[in-house]
């Protein structure tokens, strides 16, 4: 790989290099760059022509319609004028209604198993807060959301300022226009009046899986790092059934850890509840790389590193021939 132009720093920086190898490393991470960089704008410059086609298609059935005597709206027609009362508001108004439909319909709730947080490391207290602010937000801003609660989370300052000032849920703009999850330091089989027949516990520890629409009225997740099987003895410890995700069902699990984070267990059971379709809920949850057989991808990478190895030795023979004769020319005059 060579870079198709070197500026003027870029070659300073090249010729203070001390080996033939180091400035051929510097070359191939200048055409890397400038690759991307193309990819990029080639990607931008397709999606702006698509966009284009979609706003003159759109355009044109717009006029059609104006012509015909109807409401048609573009240039030359109709033209509409947006509510000037409408702000982000609206949205957090919109979002909140959804939410409170999801409870009066009775929709099963989510609840947030926090009971290990107390003791939790600070290297783990980042990951948790990222975590829970997925979980929360991903909830509040879908369009079909489910009731969420979290359980087990201790009322001390440290748990206030974790809210406050990590997740940067609570306290945030329109608070007072949001439905917040309820927060509790009681377990999870004491929330409500949910019986422990009525909860089912998630963890990618349980042998059996869960299958079929969504009959419980409470499924319960760990909102902290599952090291140690901790959702399975908390699930045990409350006396609560315990479900993993039928991943294995329907998929080969090829990369990657088997520990889903929360916010993806949250996200298969709102499309769950939705459809009832497990496969395809796994499908647009989880990223595609999970899935992907590694022969695939380990060819790709032979492929690829004997491309890059072929390239090099061509560029190094070619240096060291090129160097080897202005060498000799030289030489020779100076014999002369």
């Given at each position: ?139 509040f801003h879908s369009m079909n959301p489910l009731p969420l609660s979290i ?83 908390l699930s045990r410890k409350s006396g609560i059934d315990c479900y993993c ?92």
């Open positions: 790989m060579v870079p198709s132009s070197i500026s003027d720093f870029e070659w300073k920086r090249c010729l203070s290099t001390d080996t033939l190898e180091a400035r051929i490393d510097f070359w191939e991470y200048l055409a890397k760059r400038q690759a991307s960089k193309a990819h990029r704008l080639h990607v931008l410059g397709k999606e702006r022509t698509i966009q284009n086609q979609i706003k003159q298609m759109h355009e044109h059935e717009q006029r059609r319609i104006y012509e015909a005597g109807g409401m048609g709206y573009g240039p030359d027609a109709y033209e509409p004028f947006l509510n000037p009362l409408r702000d982000s508001s609206m949205d957090v108004i919109l979002s909140s209604a959804r939410l409170a439909n999801s409870m009066i319909l009775k929709n099963p709730r989510i609840i947030i198993d926090m009971r290990p947080f107390a003791t939790a490391k600070e290297r783990d207290i980042i990951k948790i807060a990222i975590s829970f602010r997925n979980v929360i937000g991903g909830n359980a087990g989370m201790p009322r001390t300052p440290q748990t206030k300022e974790f809210l406050e000032k990590r997740v940067n849920v609570f306290g945030s703009r329109y608070e007072h226009l949001k439905i917040f999850p309820d927060i509790s330091d009681l377990p999870p089989e004491q929330l409500g009046d949910f019986k422990q027949e009525d909860i089912a516990y998630i963890s990618p520890h349980a042998k059996e899986l869960i299958d079929g629409p969504l009959d419980r009225k409470a499924y319960v997740i760990l909102g902290c790092p599952d090291e140690n099987l901790d959702s399975l003895a995700l039928p991943i294995k069902k329907y998929f080969i699990w090829r990369k990657g850890s088997v520990k889903p984070h929360p916010h993806y267990v949250a996200n298969v059971l709102r499309e769950v509840n939705v459809h009832g379709d497990w496969k395809l809920a796994i499908r647009n949850t989880f990223p595609e790389f999970h899935f992907k057989p590694p022969e695939e991808s380990t060819l790709s990478k032979i492929s690829y590193w004997r491309a890059r190895t072929r390239e090099r030795h061509q560029l190094t023979g070619l240096i060291e021939q090129t160097l080897e004769k202005k060498f000799n020319d030289k030489k020779r005059r100076g014999l002369r």
